[in-house]
C-alpha cells in the first residue's frame, strides 16, 4: 500500500474520533463530575424532565421528591443537571407578556354579549 491508499483511512478514522468518540467520553466524564457533585438539598432535574429535590443519596441511587411526601427512587446517572431553585414564571423585565395578557383581556370584554360594540 503507498502512503496515496492510506492517507484516505487515516483522515477518516481521525476525523471519527474528533466527531463521534471525543464528545461522547467529554460528556461521561461531564456527567460522572456532575453525579460526584450531587448533594441532598439540591433542586434537580432528571434526564426524563422531572424536577425535584434531593433527600438522599445511596451509592449510586438517589431518592428524588417531586412533590410533598412522594419520593422517587433513581440511578444517580438519571440526573441530567441541577437547577436553580427558584424559576420566576414571568421575568421581571419581560413587559410583553403582560401587554399580551391586557390585550386579550380586552378583546374578551369586547367579545362578550351586550358589550359596547353589540350596542352600537
Known amino acids: 500500500m503507498t502512503l496515496g491508499e492510506i ?20 460528556r461521561r466524564k461531564e456527567q460522572a463530575r456532575l453525579v460526584a457533585s450531587l448533594a441532598p438539598g ?4 432528571t434526564t426524563a424532565g422531572v424536577f425535584g429535590t434531593l433527600v438522599a ?10 412533590a410533598p ?3 422517587i427512587e433513581m440511578l444517580a446517572q438519571a440526573i441530567a443537571q441541577v437547577v436553580p ?7 421581571p423585565d419581560d413587559e410583553s407578556a403582560g ?3 391586557a ?4 378583546s374578551a370584554a ?3 354579549p351586550g358589550s359596547e360594540a353589540d350596542r352600537g
Request: hydrophobic share 60%; glycine share 4%.
Open 57 to 66: 443519596i445511596d451509592g449510586e441511587r438517589v431518592h428524588v421528591e417531586v
Open 85 to 91: 431553585a427558584e424559576v420566576p414564571a414571568v421575568a
Open 7 to 26: 492517507l484516505p483511512l487515516v483522515a477518516i478514522a481521525v476525523a471519527f474520533w474528533f466527531l463521534l468518540i471525543r464528545p461522547a467520553s467529554v
Open 110 to 112: 369586547s367579545d362578550a
Open 42 to 45: 439540591q433542586h434537580v432535574m
Open 103 to 106: 390585550n386579550d383581556e380586552a
Open 99 to 101: 401587554a399580551a395578557q
Open 69 to 71: 411526601g412522594i419520593q
